[in-house]
């Protein structure tokens, strides 16, 4: 069964929806899942023997997920996923960006370097063998180096077969899982809309319900001769997959059965009220304030200029996505006080601890306090380096040629000076490409000083002696890292006695001065203190899961706080384990929510509601002239729903995060219905407690894709690709 279980007397009462499971035991899953409309075993999903549902989702880029939905390794994901490639082939005479792209044929599909896919192959249990006879009293850092030692003996066969292995730590270390991957290096882009509907509503709609974003980009994965995977090469042929998506025009009702199979990112349900409140009241603040900061100046640069608009897109929708999110983090953990319930639940468990089942947990919670009360001060020094000092990009850029200076001088060994210069050479190329010293010094500017609760503002920059702007001065008008031609001239006459450059550069100067002051004065700390905290949270974890399994539960139902225990699955072995990049299945079904008094949200919304929203004035709400004819005539194809309408996107109650960026959404039949691609923004503390009222997944129609490849782009080949079932009532 999924979710956690509502004990009221008696009476047990299943909420379903909560939870991201392991796909290897997804039978246990299985009869709930079918009870909910699945009409699939759990072997079609994962399974080793025989093709399966997993066999066609893939790790997309770094830090996505994508689906393959034909026979030539076509691939569907996320356009946010795919922005940085169409970013990387974007120039204002090609502006993929803002226009869209299509490659009529295999031979213009663009090769986008560095981007790659992997295809899990297999998962395999294997917590006995990393933790069998490791001694629990060990330090945290020598357990580590215990555990990734006979993680690295495991993974050996495989990788010399040239497979990725990772080995990922569950329910804070106490299982350990190995996962198994085919890396494929080849990966073309073959399609995407433009910016005004694979972007559509921006920063403003991100995180937002409702939607009307065409989040969506068309990739290709390319293989060699023998299918396997290969680097880049102009005879690669494209890749045949053992595993390809059905996709399902036919749509949905509310309350129809649905899941996600992706790989999210990372999730912290099993906290503390401690480190709750510090992710609450102090860390999400500050990142806040300060990136509330940084927005002002990028966007502003962005609507000033077009160059300026291509080379910050990317950048300003990743620091805003965590921006916003952040805000309804907070608000949304706020509304549901998980402290005073973390804390609430933290005192049963504590009386748990006085019997002689839980004797062994009896002083974790004292200890993970005092831990984050040691940790608070370093967190927001931490903070501040993160998002005040790092803010100008031309710090960390500067830094990054600190190995080029190291081996020159002779203290690093490790590379020769011929690898490190190219290295810094390419590293160069791409800084400069999608950078603009004006912004980058109005950021340094509005960074050095930060905002307090009151609206005050305190300088966290100090120059000793000498005044912000003679410093800025110095950065912009001298410095080798904040001018293309200062650093051309430096690398093309470069010598081993050119460290002295480096040297004498004032912002590589101040680069070395300000990590030195965090590696040394403050990293260590953290350090320190997370590994506390790890070890501390893993007893913590063993004792929620022992807790759990003993049954006794009449102590919650008499505080109230039925919601804030994990007791999914109770009598069983497992309840789920946080997200971390690993594949997960999340189920659910389809339904709106009601995020206000006398607010009510329906589960979808069509192109009609583009219309609405269109605003040639605001350049994210701009409607492109093809896509508004097609609207009125309402020319939809076999797209639309029975009612006539163009579905855009719709909501349900399937448990994601971060990582799920481009997850398939499939129906009961395992047939593709969506693209997953945000959260509710008033759901985003589901990271942390999942609201079964509140929290939604936001998905991208498939018709809705399909209709703008089909309709708006004419790219009718890919069509051809796919295998589509076409609703009944179209003719």
């Not at 198994?180 to 709609?205: A, C, H, M, W």
Request: proline content about 5%.
């Amino acid at each position: 069964m999924t979710g956690f279980m509502v004990v009221t007397g008696f009476q047990t009462i299943l909420q379903a929806d909560e939870g991201m499971w392991i796909p290897l035991l997804l039978d246990q899953n299985e009869a709930e899942m079918q009870r909910m409309g699945l009409q699939l075993d759990a072997e079609d999903i994962y399974s080793i023997n025989h093709s399966s549902l997993k066999d066609a989702v893939v790790i997309f880029g770094g830090g996505c997920t994508g689906e393959v939905v034909s026979n030539q390794g076509l691939v569907l994901t996320n356009h946010h996923c795919g922005y940085d490639a169409i970013q990387y082939h974007s120039s204002v005479e090609h502006d993929y960006l803002t226009n869209g792209f299509w490659a009529g044929n295999f031979e213009e599909e663009l090769p986008c370097p560095g981007l790659e896919v992997r295809f899990l192959k297999e998962i395999k249990d294997i917590t006995g063998t990393i933790l069998q006879g490791l001694d629990q009293s060990l330090p945290e850092r020598t357990r580590k180096d215990s555990i990734q030692a006979r993680s690295k003996r495991l993974s050996v066969p495989y990788e010399a077969e040239g497979y990725e292995v990772r080995v990922a730590p569950f329910y804070s270390g106490n299982q350990y899982y190995m996962f198994i991957y085919e890396v494929y290096q080849d990966i073309r882009l073959v399609g995407t809309p433009p910016s005004n509907i694979g972007k559509f509503g921006g920063d403003t709609d991100n995180w937002m319900w409702p939607r009307h974003t065409g989040d969506f980009s068309v990739f290709r994965i390319y293989a060699d001769s023998a299918n396997r995977p290969a680097p880049y090469d102009a005879s690669n042929r494209p890749y045949v997959p053992k595993k390809y998506l059905t996709i399902d025009l036919r749509g949905y009702e509310e309350g129809d059965f649905t899941f996600v199979l992706g790989y999210p990112g990372s999730t912290q349900e099993y906290i503390s009220s401690y480190a709750v409140r510090l992710i609450q009241d102090l860390i999400d603040p500050m990142r806040i304030s300060a990136r509330t900061e940084r927005l002002e100046i990028i966007k502003a640069a962005m609507n000033r200029d077009p160059k300026t608009r291509i080379q910050y897109s990317a950048k300003a929708a990743g620091i805003a996505n965590g921006w916003k999110k952040w805000q309804g983090e907070v608000k949304g953990l706020k509304r549901l006080n998980v402290v005073g319930s973390k804390q609430d639940y933290e005192t049963v468990f504590q009386d748990w601890c006085k019997g002689i089942s839980g004797k062994e947990f009896a002083e974790v919670l004292p200890a993970l306090k005092e831990a984050y009360q040691k940790l608070e001060p370093y967190l927001s020094l931490q903070i501040i380096f993160q998002e005040h000092v790092l803010a100008p990009e031309a710090v960390s850029f500067a830094y990054s040629f600190k190995s080029l200076h190291d081996v020159a001088v002779g203290t690093d060994t490790t590379l020769s000076l011929e690898t490190a210069l190219e290295s810094c050479r390419e590293e160069a190329a791409l800084f400069f490409k999608d950078y603009d010293p004006e912004v980058d010094r109005a950021i340094f500017e509005r960074l050095a000083f930060m905002v307090n609760a009151d609206g005050t503002r305190n300088q966290v920059i100090d120059f000793e002696g000498t005044t912000l702007k003679k410093q800025l001065d110095w950065f912009y008008g001298k410095s080798i890292f904040t001018s293309q031609e200062r650093m051309e001239q430096f690398l093309d006459k470069f010598r081993p006695s050119s460290y002295k450059v480096l040297e004498r550069d004032p912002m590589f100067k101040y680069a070395n001065v300000v990590y030195g002051q965090y590696l040394n004065q403050t990293a260590p700390f953290i350090r320190i203190f997370n590994a506390r905290i790890d070890s501390l949270q893993r007893l913590y974890m063993k004792g929620q899961m022992q807790l759990k399994e003993s049954g006794d539960f009449a102590s919650l139902e008499q505080i109230g706080i039925q919601n804030d225990i994990p007791l999914n699955n109770v009598g069983s072995e497992q309840f789920y384990p946080d997200a971390n990049f690993t594949m997960r299945v999340a189920y659910g079904q389809v339904k709106g929510f009601k995020p206000a008094d006398a607010v009510e949200y329906a589960p979808y919304t069509t192109l009609a509601g583009i219309m609405e929203k269109e605003d040639p004035d605001i350049y994210d709400y701009v409607v492109e002239a093809k896509l508004k004819d097609l609207y009125a005539r309402k020319d939809y194809g076999p797209y639309a729903n029975e009612l006539g309408e163009m579905p855009v996107a719709f909501v349900g109650t399937n448990h994601t995060t971060g990582g799920n960026s481009g997850s398939p959404v499939l129906n009961g039949d395992g047939n593709l219905i969506g693209i997953n691609f945000d959260r509710n923004w008033e759901g985003t503390m589901s990271d942390v407690r999942y609201d079964p009222d509140m929290c939604r997944n936001i998905m991208l129609d498939i018709r809705y894709c399909l209709f703008i490849i089909d309709k708006f782009a004419g790219a009718q080949r890919l069509i051809d690709e796919m295998d589509i079932i076409k609703p009944d009532w179209y003719e």
